[in-house]
């Protein structure tokens, strides 16, 4: 250890990451330095605004407030941890012009900007590692370049939002609302102040892109796909599913599926004897699926500051013993010469939840169901409860509105877009009709 010169860091951003990352490098320095073979100094931590209280102490000299810094000859290793896309991608393209490597945790860069700083990075002949842009803590993208590769990948089933995770997870254990679980998301650090992209799906959808190109060679952006957030379900949703023996889960899934590659992000009605179903709090699982191998699970957790700052330090150590400069030139992540097919929506095949807030007045059912008839949809079980909802008024007077759920036959998803259309419409239906995927 003592002949290896020190990997020498500049970490860019001191927020909730960027500081998980200096403790753990500043007070497991010499465990580190033992299973590397070589330290892992912090040389700068430079920041905006350096007069911000954070919760980690650093020597002196090391907080630092220019961009330029980046480019010293005494750094070997940019660490993105800044967010967002357009400072952030600034930074990357001027670390690798400097010819430093990069480590990032900003999955909305690499969907956004992959490609062009991919590209960068091979011409300059260095590496970018990103292990913490997925499932935080979670050695998952190791696993598919690494431990997996003599596999061809089958299928990807994956919870990869911790923050969506602990919202169902709250609401159903505690019977709390979606707004109060929230709230308690956003207490406990899970979710931000502006929670959208977490529970409007686009975070796990951005992750999912990450994980297919990977996997399947398929560069896809979130329009190519369905793509469903959890800020439509109400506590309803979830106890039906709990009693009819599932577990809803957001579900970011890619599977071969022909010579097409199926992809979609949506909560999901999981069968509750399988094992993402058991997955609580901001814990992620990320199923795998390979020809040789078979099924492997990935968990842990998924949220937070020190499980992310621990796949960031977990990138550097590859990068200190040289197994992600010899691993980063194979993966040709963003470019393979034959990726799968994104397979069109409309010939997505499943079995579906259909929950309804209907005028309980003769003929109610029966408009839903020959609705669904019209289309080829099938019912294979339906559930009534017998309590009120609210009153309303159903143009002959003060009716009562009940749920009613349908659960379908196996269709496809341009069958039920078809019935969507005329299901919205019906009079005997209120306006927040849901319709879940079932995972069989």
């Given at each position: 250890m003592a002949d290896l010169q020190p990997l020498r860091v500049a970490i860019v951003g001191l927020g909730t990451v960027g500081s998980g990352v200096a403790k753990i490098l500043l007070e497991n320095s010499q465990h580190i330095a033992r299973r590397s073979g070589r330290e892992i100094d912090v040389v700068f931590a430079i920041v905006r605004d350096p007069t911000k209280p954070r919760g980690v102490t650093l020597p002196d000299g090391v907080l630092a407030t220019s961009f330029e810094l980046m480019e010293s000859p005494e750094i070997d290793v940019v660490c993105e941890l800044i967010g967002g896309t357009t400072t952030a991608g600034d930074v990357v393209r001027q670390a690798l012009n400097a010819g430093k490597h990069v480590v990032t945790a900003n999955k909305a860069l690499l969907c956004e900007q992959g490609d062009e700083l991919f590209q960068l990075a091979r011409e300059k002949g260095k590496t970018i590692c990103f292990e913490a842009a997925v499932a935080g803590g979670v050695p998952v993208i190791e696993g598919l370049s690494q431990s997996l590769a003599a596999n061809q990948i089958q299928s990807i089933e994956a919870i990869v939002?911790?923050?969506?995770?602990?919202?169902?997870?709250?609401?159903?254990?505690?019977?709390?609302?979606?707004?109060?679980?929230?709230?308690?998301?956003?207490?406990?650090?899970?979710?931000?102040?502006?929670?959208?992209?977490?529970?409007?799906?686009?975070d796990a959808a951005q992750k999912l892109t990450i994980l297919a190109q990977l996997a399947f060679g398929t560069k896809a952006s979130l329009n190519d796909f369905p793509r469903q957030g959890i800020d439509k379900l109400k506590l309803a949703d979830l106890k039906y599913a709990d009693e009819l023996g599932y577990r809803v889960k957001l579900l970011a899934v890619a599977k071969r599926n022909g010579d097409f590659l199926e992809l979609h992000t949506q909560p999901t009605l999981i069968h509750d004897?399988?094992?993402?179903?058991?997955?609580?709090?901001?814990?992620?699982?990320?199923?795998?699926?390979?020809?040789?191998?078979?099924?492997?699970?990935?968990?842990?957790?998924?949220?937070?500051?020190?499980?992310?700052?621990?796949?960031?330090?977990?990138?550097?150590?590859?990068?200190?013993?040289?197994?992600?400069?010899?691993?980063?030139?194979?993966?040709?992540?963003?470019?393979?010469?034959?990726?799968?097919?994104?397979?069109?929506?409309?010939?997505?095949?499943?079995?579906?939840?259909?929950?309804?807030?209907?005028?309980?007045?003769?003929?109610?059912?029966?408009?839903?169901?020959?609705?669904?008839?019209?289309?080829?949809?099938?019912?294979?079980?339906?559930?009534?409860?017998?309590?009120?909802?609210?009153?309303?008024?159903?143009?002959?007077?003060?009716?009562?509105?009940?749920?009613?759920?349908?659960?379908?036959?196996?269709?496809?998803?341009?069958?039920?877009?078809?019935?969507?259309?005329?299901?919205?419409?019906?009079?005997?239906i209120e306006p927040d009709y849901l319709r879940l995927p079932i995972q069989d």
């Open positions: 939002n911790g923050t969506s995770n602990f919202i169902l997870t709250e609401m159903l254990d505690h019977q709390s609302s979606y707004e109060d679980a929230v709230a308690r998301a956003q207490e406990k650090g899970y979710a931000e102040a502006d929670p959208t992209m977490d529970v409007d799906g686009t004897n399988l094992p993402m179903a058991a997955i609580y709090d901001a814990y992620n699982m990320i199923e795998i699926e390979g020809d040789a191998v078979g099924k492997t699970w990935f968990s842990g957790m998924g949220a937070g500051q020190m499980p992310t700052a621990s796949a960031v330090v977990s990138d550097l150590i590859d990068l200190a013993v040289g197994r992600a400069q010899q691993t980063f030139p194979l993966l040709d992540l963003w470019g393979q010469s034959e990726p799968l097919r994104i397979l069109p929506a409309e010939k997505i095949e499943r079995r579906y939840y259909l929950r309804f807030h209907a005028i309980d007045q003769p003929g109610t059912i029966s408009s839903i169901a020959t609705i669904l008839g019209n289309h080829e949809i099938s019912i294979a079980s339906c559930i009534q409860h017998e309590f009120e909802i609210h009153p309303a008024d159903s143009g002959e007077g003060k009716a009562s509105i009940v749920p009613f759920v349908v659960i379908t036959h196996t269709t496809t998803e341009g069958q039920m877009r078809a019935a969507d259309e005329e299901l919205i419409q019906c009079d005997a």
